[in-house]
T-cell receptor, first 111, second 114 residues
Framework: QQQVKQSPQSLIVQKGGISIINCAYE??????FPWYQQFPGKGPALLIA?????SEKKEGRFTISFNKSAKQFSLHIMDSQPGDSATYFC??????????FGKGTSLLVTP | GAVVSQHPSWVICKSGTSVKIECRSL??????MFWYRQFPKQSLMLMAT?????????EQGVEKDKFLINHASLTLSTLTVTSAHPEDSSFYIC??????????FGPGTRLTVT
């Protein structure tokens, strides 16, 4: 059973646009919500993570928005660049435990 | 961020042989490491949780006698695929949990069994 649901499966955005990827979860024990970026043939790289005590976290062009009551969180990539083209995974877990991953979103940023 | 390495990055072996994959946390001590498996264009699936000095905890459906995990030190965990078969061909990725409970992934190991 997929514990974290991610959408969309694929996304095409023009350079300079905003990429938005959404995730939803059911398990209220989850309190750690990271986003990973993965290029083909590479391991996932931690982009940004949030915990439920805040509703938003920003690092550079990447922002996580978190809605605890709706059990949803999203990744916004501002000013998207062709180099951002990759697969993005959301994940969730109780802090320190193994991550439950979404199915991934393949992002293509066109020049 | 913290650095996790894996060795080898790519390995080809014959069916029936065993392969060992190492996962190292380079700049922090990791009492817990995780092993994942990823098939092409799919998400990561947790195989097992490795705790330093104790037996690994395997996910349902993962054969513990086939995928041997050893976490002998605070910076090293190993995964040994025993009697490998072509269906074991996959991308194996480890992650290590730092003291702040963030998880950092290694670069992955591509295993091809012929």
């Amino acid at each position: 059973q997929q514990q974290v649901k991610q959408s969309p499966q694929s996304l095409i955005v023009q350079k300079g646009g905003i990429s938005i990827i959404n995730c939803a979860y059911e398990n209220t024990a989850f309190d750690y919500f990271p986003w990973y970026q993965q290029f083909p043939g590479k391991g996932p790289a931690l982009l940004i993570a949030i915990r439920p005590d805040v509703s938003e976290k920003k690092e550079g062009r990447f922002t996580i928005s978190f809605n605890k009551s709706a059990k949803q969180f999203s990744l916004h990539i501002m000013d998207s660049q062709p180099g951002d083209s990759a697969t993005y995974f959301c994940a969730a877990s109780p802090s320190g435990y193994a991550l439950n991953f979404g199915k991934g979103t393949s992002l293509l940023v066109t020049p | 961020g913290a650095v996790v390495s894996q060795h080898p990055s790519w390995v080809i072996c014959k069916s029936g042989t065993s392969v060992k994959i190492e996962c190292r946390s380079l700049d922090f001590q990791a009492t817990t490491m995780f092993w994942y498996r990823q098939f092409p264009k799919q998400s990561l699936m947790l195989m097992a949780t490795s705790n330093e000095g104790s037996k690994a905890t395997y996910e349902q459906g993962v054969e513990k006698d086939k995928f041997l995990i050893n976490h002998a030190s605070l910076t090293l965990s190993t995964l040994t695929v025993t009697s490998a078969h072509p269906e074991d061909s996959s991308f194996y990725i480890c992650s290590a949990r730092d003291p702040a409970r963030e998880q950092y992934f290694g670069p992955g190991t591509r295993l091809t069994v012929t």
